[in-house]
């Protein structure tokens, strides 16, 4: 069973700062997204990324995968309130379907 | 980004009762996927569907459920005999039609069982 791990799960940060999230697993992936998710909503995609090693930036948001492409991460500098939400990292396993991380659940206090 | 409706916002039944969630795409798709979120936790996959067919369907996708493209646009996710822990958010998604599989969500149906 393919599982997606991802830390931390909670995390309370003053607004300026920086962070990262963690996204973990055993297996490979042939691609993975990073999503946002507001209560009561759908998730949105945020990134893909396909290559291992490979870095993309959206703004104040930088997402790596790793080069084994069993791992990513989400990186924001000077987090403002804005930021605030529950990120979600999913996998492509090849077979057209997401294996969904467990969630970071982001606070930016102003 | 392509765009995807999703009808009833909010569905409550009695348990026992058969519901039907519908997902309208904006544009013309083949690809379709049901997704499930019980409150507080993570998005779990349900079933993938191509070319009227299913493609791929997860453990949680047993004999109750069941899904159809009835006329070629709206796509439908059938419980016929819901449970309690039926209760979720039930999210459709389609695929970008890009090189990548990209999956873009609808705002999703509230399901109550009460």
């Known amino acids: 069973t393919q599982l997606l791990e991802q830390s931390p799960q909670f995390l309370s940060i003053q607004e300026g700062e920086n962070l990262t999230v963690y996204c973990n697993s055993s297996s490979v992936f042939s691609s993975l997204q990073w999503y946002r998710q507001e209560p009561g909503e759908g998730p949105v995609l945020l990134v893909t990324?396909?290559?291992?090693?490979e870095v993309k930036k959206l703004k104040r948001l930088t997402f790596q995968f790793g080069d084994a492409r069993k791992d990513s991460s989400l990186h924001i500098t000077a987090a403002q309130p804005g930021d605030t939400g529950l990120y979600l990292c999913?996998?492509?396993?090849?077979?057209?379907?997401?294996?969904f991380g467990t969630g970071t659940r982001l606070k930016v206090l102003a | 980004e392509p765009e995807v409706t999703q009808t009833p916002s909010h569905q409550v039944t009695q348990m026992g009762q058969e519901v039907i969630l519908r997902c309208v795409p904006i544009?013309?798709?083949?690809?379709f996927y049901w997704y499930r979120q019980i409150l507080g936790q993570k998005v779990e996959f349900l079933v993938s569907f191509y070319n009227n067919e299913i493609s791929e369907k997860s453990e949680i996708f047993d004999d109750q459920f069941s899904v159809e493209r009835p006329d070629g646009s709206n796509f439908t996710l059938k419980i016929r005999s819901t449970k309690l822990e039926d209760s979720a958010m039930y999210f459709c998604?389609?695929?970008?039609?890009?090189?990548?599989?990209?999956?873009?969500f609808g705002p999703g149906t509230r399901l109550t069982v009460l």
């Open positions: 544009s013309n798709h083949l690809y």
């Open positions: 999913a996998g492509d396993s090849g077979t057209y379907k997401y294996i």
């Open positions: 998604a389609i695929h970008s039609g890009g090189a990548y599989n990209e999956q873009f």
């Open positions: 990324v396909v290559t291992g090693g």
